[in-house]
């Protein structure tokens, strides 16, 4: 028998901490007004989407010792707004990213089993860590965390979310819970019935050694973010390869890369439209930005269209606080050295050129293909599209490649289940009581 083409997983990304949003476009809106989250969530569903996917962030970025005035600040927390999507969608997944350092199972389970329950089983939890003592200040333990225990912390988080999410039985009834373990001691009784999905889908995002091997154990999404078809053909086949010896399949995990798109009526117009857009994304002030978060010092006398500084990174620098730490300075600016030296780059450009999303750019056709390509050759199960307008940047992908998909045979032309985990091609997890 023939099989037909493999199937595309899609999933939208609110744009958070990050230089994605162009916020000169007069099209983009707010990012703590609900009517935002809401018209990009319906967009999302109409198009069929598994999930909406919303980031957070514990602390405000600092930028030599100032709120770095170019990100997102100020935003609702993702739970609350997540369960408010609840109520505007119905078979849209809810994904929200909420950090296994600074909480506690009990509660963090419980709040996501009342996601689950809300929305008929449609929750999911993007787990992350952090070692970062910047944003430990926020909380009363500070930065207690060694960054080598960030993920047997979270491992046994999430062990022990799932153990509350096992004891009330299938049928309805509670049973105490007992956990003893190096991070947790905790005993009791769950507040809330085992949920629609069974357990809420969970979701990790890391490339580091540590992070595929947690997501090969735990995890049953993947996101992740690579610029080639070539490295998602590696990591896909690298993480997929680890799934056995925890006794899981290939379809246990599904791996999905975050990724941008740029849409035109012909190439030449997609490619223009792209340009301008990093241009716009990039501006002189976050490519001097970015340039300081590698070198670690102050380049505020740099032209941001003359060439990169002679001077060397200083690989203990404290300049920028709340970003994600580059680990080898002196590697990363050698790196971006030979790529401008060897293409007469400006700081700007080399930051355009090195900082790029993985992005599909072209007609409504070519970026169709290219998407069922990506997933025919195992570079990844699907993607998560994070727009670079909100709410409106995921228009015209639903209204124009959404149905050239579905003419392939690649796509779901309506939703099949109700649950996330269905959306998705998951088992529902085997009661552990």
């Known amino acids: 028998m023939t099989r037909g083409p493999r199937q595309i997983h899609l999933a939208a990304h609110f744009p958070g901490v990050n230089s994605t949003t162009v916020w000169s476009d007069p099209r983009s809106r707010s990012h703590i007004d609900f009517s935002s989250f809401a018209s990009l969530a319906r967009t999302a569903e109409r198009g069929l989407f598994d999930f909406f996917f919303l980031a957070e962030g514990l602390r405000l970025r600092e930028h030599k010792g100032r709120i770095h005035d170019l990100d997102v600040v100020g935003r609702p927390e993702s739970l609350t707004v997540l369960t408010a999507l609840a109520a505007v969608t119905e078979r849209l997944g809810l994904a929200g990213t909420v950090n296994a350092t600074f909480n506690e199972p009990f509660e963090l389970a419980r709040r996501f089993a009342s996601l689950d329950h809300l929305s008929e089983g449609r929750a999911a939890w993007n787990v992350v860590t952090t070692s970062d003592a910047f944003t430990g200040e926020n909380f009363r333990r500070g930065g207690y965390l060694d960054r080598a225990d960030r993920y047997t912390r979270a491992a046994e988080f999430l062990a022990t979310a799932r153990e509350l999410w096992d004891s009330w039985t299938p049928e309805g009834r509670p049973r105490p819970f007992a956990h003893h373990g190096r991070h947790f001691a905790i005993e009791g009784e769950f507040t809330v019935a085992r949920s629609p999905q069974g357990h809420p889908v969970v979701i990790q995002a890391g490339d580091s050694p540590e992070g595929r091997e947690f997501a090969a154990s735990a995890a049953d999404v993947i996101f992740t973010r690579h610029g080639t078809p070539e490295a998602g053909r590696a990591f896909y086949a690298d993480v997929k390869g680890r799934l056995a010896r ?76 709340g970003r994600v730490r580059i680990t080898d300075r002196l590697a990363v600016a050698a790196k971006w050295r030979a790529l401008a030296e060897s293409k007469g780059l400006s700081i700007r450009q080399t930051v355009i050129e090195t900082t790029a999303r993985q992005s599909f750019i072209g007609t409504p056709e070519a970026v169709a293909a290219e998407l069922e390509e990506a997933v025919r050759t195992e570079a990844a199960d699907g993607f998560i599209l994070v727009p670079h307008l909100t709410p409106g940047g995921l228009d015209d992908f639903v209204e124009r490649v959404v149905p050239l998909l579905q003419e392939r045979g690649a796509y779901r032309t309506e939703y099949r289940g109700a649950t996330l985990r269905s959306h998705l091609g998951l088992r529902e997890p085997v009661w552990k009581g």
């Open 246 to 321: 925890y006794g899981r399949s290939a379809d246990d995990l599904k791996i999905m890369p975050g990724v941008t798109y740029v849409l035109g009526d012909t190439a030449a117009e997609a490619q223009e439209k792209a340009t301008e857009i990093r241009r716009l994304q990039v501006t002189p002030q976050n490519a001097i930005l970015a340039l300081e978060q590698v070198w670690g010092v102050d380049l505020s006398a740099y032209d941001p269209d003359g060439p990169l500084p002679d001077i060397d990174p200083d690989p203990a620098s404290e300049l920028v606080q």
